[in-house]
């Protein structure tokens, strides 16, 4: 019984030294990039971007989900202002029958957006994915960030680390339910996600160069 009761009291013990550098490796990320989330006014003034790149997320068929909406919407809010000449619709079109890119990509033209300014990145499975496929893949250097303000910090985080300059921009159009959730999820990814960039792997998938400041519509489905 006492052996029991001390392998309890360790791994008691173990819970919660995770659960507590999970806690401050998240508020390390919040910290260390909260100076880079900036207004759509700051976005424009500053200049010079080589993209908006906008995350994906879920898809019921042909339509983005609320959350994508505002992500969709906010990015091409910022098109329109001039605060960069392209945008970098990354998602997951891993599998024939799901389709995010092509999703975003349809949602942005149909808002005004020109189709040849619309880049597509078909393998954006994860944020760090599209981070590092924005600078590997579409050479992108200076970037505007564009996903609600709970996942910027760490998308923020990720391109500092992989040597992007990049700056956010919170698409926060409504309020949605289940954002203590959401949060929670995110302090775990934040700490997952610091300890992958210590180690920088590369993107699951690869391939030729597409540099973003050619024509969107070669990212188009052959």
């Given at each position: 019984m006492f052996i029991l009761k001390k392998?309890?009291?360790i791994v008691l013990i173990v819970v919660i030294a995770a659960s507590a550098a999970t806690v401050a490796l998240s508020f390390y990320v919040k910290l260390s990039t909260r100076d880079r989330l900036l207004s759509e006014s700051e976005l424009c003034e500053l200049g010079g971007f080589d993209c908006i790149l906008v995350l994906g997320a879920g898809v019921t068929g042909e339509e983005p989900s609320s959350v994508l909406h505002d992500r969709i919407t906010a990015a091409v809010v910022l098109y329109e202002k001039g605060a960069a000449p392209k945008l970098l619709m990354s998602g997951d079109h891993a599998r024939d029958n799901y389709d995010e890119v092509n999703v975003m990509k349809s949602k942005a033209v149909s808002l005004g957006v020109l189709s040849s300014d619309v880049f597509?990145?078909?393998a954006g499975l994860s944020t760090y994915d599209s981070v590092y496929r924005a600078r590997e893949i579409f050479k992108a250097k200076k970037i505007i960030i564009v996903t609600q303000k709970y996942h910027l910090y760490r998308a923020l985080y990720i391109a500092e680390r992989l040597g992007v300059e990049a700056y956010?921009?919170?698409a926060e159009i409504l309020?949605?339910?289940g954002g203590a959730g959401?949060?929670?999820r995110e302090i775990a990814a934040r700490a997952k996600d610091v300890v992958k960039c210590?180690?920088?792997p590369e993107a699951k998938i690869l391939g030729e160069a597409i540099p973003v400041n050619g024509d969107?519509?070669?990212t188009n489905d052959k």
């Open positions: 392998l309890l009291l597509m990145d078909h956010g921009a919170a309020e949605r339910e959401r949060e929670l210590v180690f920088k969107g519509d070669v």
